[in-house]
């Protein structure tokens, strides 16, 4: 088998194997071999790390993984790839790759049993249909791991990214904030894939914070406050508030004043530290 980065192994591994790509599972293999090294090194694969990757593909990220991390699990749903991870993976001990649905799975136990006393990150090439469900499953759950580092579509990586209080903020960019500080790594075009997406792509880094960035009364209520201040996003606040949460206006108009927030405020013109104020005012009246 030539070099698993050359476009000329990767298809002959494919034809070997007979592999049809499922669109279903997001399966836009990486065959531009400078991306895979570049995001193995910003991702942190290093001595004495552990990594998790989620969707091998036929392995391209995962050899560089491996060539440089003590150990890499790497997580794949579609069971035809298994043959052909064990064929190009085949000059590692160090790989363990895990049939199985990444939503379906116990991190948290996976990372107990396979990465005891180690430093773990994520570094992947995600599927793109569960982008924002694989994230916030990995922050949530509040696991022991230093960075997620993840190619992700290229409108979603700015997303991500955005400076809270700017236009481009979303739920997302502030639920993530969080958890998480978001960077963006380097942009990567559709031509780097097979077959090609319809739209760019780009690599982000999600370095965890040890303790979230504001403390609140209750997770749960952060979380709906935000949610539903995005949920009309061009509503002022109080009415978006008011439409989609279990309070009345006048509730709502007196917790965002004492919150120090302007009624008049929009969900993109806020900071995390905002949602904070304001979902503490509301707990005051559960
Ligand atoms: N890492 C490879 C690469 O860079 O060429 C493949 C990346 S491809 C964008 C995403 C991979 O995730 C596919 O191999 C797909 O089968 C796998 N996948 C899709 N859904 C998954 C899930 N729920 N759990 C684990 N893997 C999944």
Not at 37 to 53: R, S
Request: charged fraction near 25%; aromatic fraction near 6%; include cysteine.
């Amino acid at each position: 088998m030539g070099k698993l980065s050359d476009i000329g192994t990767i298809k002959e591994i494919l034809n070997k194997y007979g592999f049809s790509f499922s669109k279903a599972l997001g399966q836009n293999f990486l065959i531009n071999p400078s991306v895979c090294p570049k995001m193995a090194d910003l991702g942190g694969a290093g001595q004495g790390i552990g990594v998790i990757e989620i969707g091998s593909g036929i392995g391209v990220l995962t050899y560089e993984l491996a060539k440089r991390a003590d150990k890499v699990v790497s997580i794949e749903l579609d069971t035809r790839l298994i043959p052909v991870l064990n064929d190009t993976l085949s000059e590692f001990d160090n790989v363990k790759i895990i049939n199985g649905d990444v939503m379906k799975i116990d991190l948290k136990k996976l990372i107990e049993e396979e990465f005891p006393e180690k430093k773990v990150v994520v570094c992947a090439n995600l599927p793109y249909y569960i982008t924002s469900p694989v994230i916030m499953k990995l922050l949530e759950e509040r696991l022991p791991i230093e960075s997620i580092t993840v190619m992700v579509q290229k409108e979603a990586a700015d997303r991500l990214c955005a400076e809270l209080g700017t236009r481009q903020t979303g739920a997302v960019t502030v639920s993530v904030n969080y958890y998480a500080e978001a960077e963006m790594l380097f942009k990567v075009s559709s031509g780097s894939f097979m077959p090609p997406p319809k739209v760019d792509s780009a690599v982000i880094k999600l370095s965890v914070r040890h303790e979230p960035k504001v403390n609140v009364k209750n997770e749960q209520l952060l979380f709906q406050v935000i949610k539903a201040a995005f949920s009309q996003r061009r509503k002022t606040l109080l009415n978006s508030l008011s439409n989609s949460m279990q309070f009345k206006k006048s509730e709502i108009s007196e917790a965002i004043s004492l919150a120090g927030v302007e009624l008049s405020a929009r969900a993109e013109q806020l900071k995390l530290e905002d949602f904070a104020a304001i979902a503490d005012e509301l707990y005051k009246l559960k």
